[in-house]
């Protein structure tokens, strides 16, 4: 399923849950992204998100509670 835009609540996206997931990555030496699993449970600790996309795509669509860092 592609994601589709909720119409009344910017920046959310309807997504079938059960497809697929958020596997970490790794992009450069050392430098590793969090799987979902990891995401929900540092947000839950209190602990910040970072999103490092350029203002139109982080506008566009990000996680709730994210903060904006882009590079």
Do not use: Y
């Not at 592609?2 to 970490?24: Q, Y």
């Not at 979902?36 to 509670?65: C, K, N, W, Y």
């Amino acid at each position: 399923m592609v994601p589709k835009r909720v119409a009344v609540e910017p920046g959310r996206f309807l997504v079938d849950g059960t497809w697929g997931t958020v596997n970490p990555m790794e992009l450069a030496p050392g430098v590793r992204t969090l799987g979902e699993l990891e995401v929900i449970e540092h947000m839950q600790h209190g602990q910040p998100v970072v999103d490092s996309r350029r203002p139109p795509f982080f506008d566009a669509a990000t996680i709730p509670g994210t903060r904006s860092l882009p590079h």
